[in-house]
């Protein structure tokens, strides 16, 4: 392209030397028309020569410029359908990753949901083991171990004995006897029958369960209270004399017992 333009300003210089040569003085015979003639066809050849030359340099530049050209809009048509590509490649892995997203929440909702299930199922667990294992209890001033079915039912029984239901109570008592013959509340159980038979007017049945307090338990807290209850039983039966026995026997065995000195009281009245 540079030689073509130097060959083009080059031009004038050559019509300028032509027409120079083409008018001579008139003092000047260097040349005759002839060589004159001839020389400026030389020169007009070798202009059109160079400016033909120039042409093909500048067509054979504009080929490579146009092939390059062409080759660049391949290049810039292949970019962009390797951005829109790379685009549709993130869109997708966008979409991929929102849908891992969502997977990762449920999937923590659900771990929470199963450990929220296994915490009740184990409080559900340690609940039943809880009401199935022995738990330390008392009665009249006694510590000891019963299952909890125990307790329910015995606590059943004296909140019958309390509701004064004599009779319904005589049997929830004798119940827990048989289902408990050697629970913890036994000798409390037998003082609080030998009550219940009392009170559904049962007398004879409640002097053995006093009786069989006694036996099991003398030294019970409630023991002195039995031997009392054995002699207002004996007193309802008409037997004065086993009364006063059994006062006495209250009175020596357990002396500084208020059932003595209710019993001294009652012995009184029967003289």
Same mark, same amino acid.
């Given at each position: 392209?540079?030689?073509?333009?130097? +060959?083009? !300003?080059?031009?004038?210089?050559?019509?300028?030397?032509?027409?120079?040569?083409? +008018?001579p003085p008139a003092h000047a015979g260097l040349f005759d028309d002839e060589e004159a003639r001839k020389a400026i066809l030389d020169l007009r050849l070798k202009l059109e020569q160079s400016n033909e030359q120039a042409r093909a340099?500048?067509?054979?530049?504009?080929?490579?410029?146009?092939?390059?050209?062409q080759?660049?809009?391949?290049?810039?048509?292949?970019?962009?359908? +390797?951005?829109?590509? #790379?685009?549709?490649?993130?869109?997708? #892995?966008?979409?991929?990753?929102?849908?891992?997203?969502?997977?990762?929440?449920?999937? !923590?909702?659900?771990?929470?949901?199963?450990?929220?299930?296994?915490?009740?199922?184990?409080?559900?667990? /340690?609940?039943?083991?809880?009401?199935?294992?022995?738990?330390?209890?008392?009665?009249?001033?006694?510590?000891f171990l019963a299952d909890p079915e125990e307790k329910r039912l015995y606590d059943d029984a004296m909140a019958v004995m309390r509701k004064g239901e004599f009779a319904q109570a005589a049997a929830a008592l004798s119940g827990f006897q048989r289902r408990f013959p050697a629970s913890g509340y036994a000798e409390s159980v037998l003082f609080w029958l030998g009550n219940a038979h009392y009170g559904n007017r049962n007398y004879k049945d409640a002097i053995a369960s006093f009786r069989a307090l006694?036996?099991?338990?003398?030294?019970?807290?409630? !023991?002195?209270?039995?031997?009392?209850?054995? !002699?207002?039983?004996?007193? /309802? #039966?008409?037997?004065?004399?086993?009364?006063?026995?059994t006062i006495d026997e209250l009175v020596k065995a357990?002396?500084?017992?208020?059932?003595?000195?209710?019993?001294?009281?009652?012995?009184? +009245?029967?003289r």
């Open positions: 392209m540079r030689s073509w333009f130097r +060959s083009f !300003a080059a031009a004038p210089a050559l019509l300028v030397l032509v027409l120079s040569l083409g +008018s340099r500048q067509a054979e530049q504009m080929t490579l410029m146009n092939t390059q050209l080759q660049l809009g391949e290049q810039l048509s292949q970019m962009k359908r +390797s951005l829109l590509d #790379l685009n549709t490649q993130i869109e997708l #892995l966008r979409a991929d990753n929102a849908k891992l997203r969502g997977q990762d929440e449920q999937l !923590a909702r659900d771990v929470a949901e199963l450990q929220r299930k296994q915490k009740d199922i184990q409080q559900g667990v /340690e609940d039943r083991v809880r009401r199935l294992e022995p738990q330390k209890v008392s009665a009249d001033g006694k510590e006694l036996a099991a338990a003398p030294d019970h807290p409630r !023991a002195p209270e039995a031997l009392l209850s054995i !002699a207002n039983c004996q007193i /309802e #039966l008409k037997d004065r004399a086993a009364a006063r026995r357990y002396p500084k017992s208020e059932a003595a000195q209710a019993g001294k009281e009652r012995i009184a +009245s029967l």
